[in-house]
């Protein structure tokens, strides 16, 4: 998922609005810090998807018949294989 800096600068505000929030949560450091770390995270993890997404278009296009990208069966291949990236994510996470 692609998000102009703009956006994810206002992510970041919310999601610290909400930490602030939290009497759970304690942070060390100024706030302008924290933001900025988070700010870095989500960046990094739009980075993640992409290139999962750019595999996955690989993925499709390796196919020995050619799947117009957009079709049906197109979409459901797209699915079907991020979903499976996905569970390789939440394995090397475990």
Do not use: F, T
């Not at 759970?24 to 900025?36: I, M, N, P, T």
């Not at 957009?70 to 979409?75: A, D, F, L, R, T």
Request: aromatic content about 6%.
């Amino acid at each position: 998922m692609r998000l102009s800096h703009e956006k994810i600068v206002h992510l970041s505000h919310l999601l610290l609005d909400e930490l602030l929030d939290d009497d759970r949560v304690d942070y060390h450091g100024e706030e302008s810090e924290v933001r900025q770390r988070i700010v870095a995270l989500l960046k990094a993890e739009l980075e993640k998807d992409d290139a999962v997404q750019e595999a996955i278009r690989r993925k499709i296009g390796s196919q020995k018949r050619n799947v117009p990208e957009g079709s049906p069966e197109w979409e459901l291949l797209y699915r079907k294989y991020y979903e499976e990236e996905l569970a390789k994510v939440k394995r090397l996470r475990e």
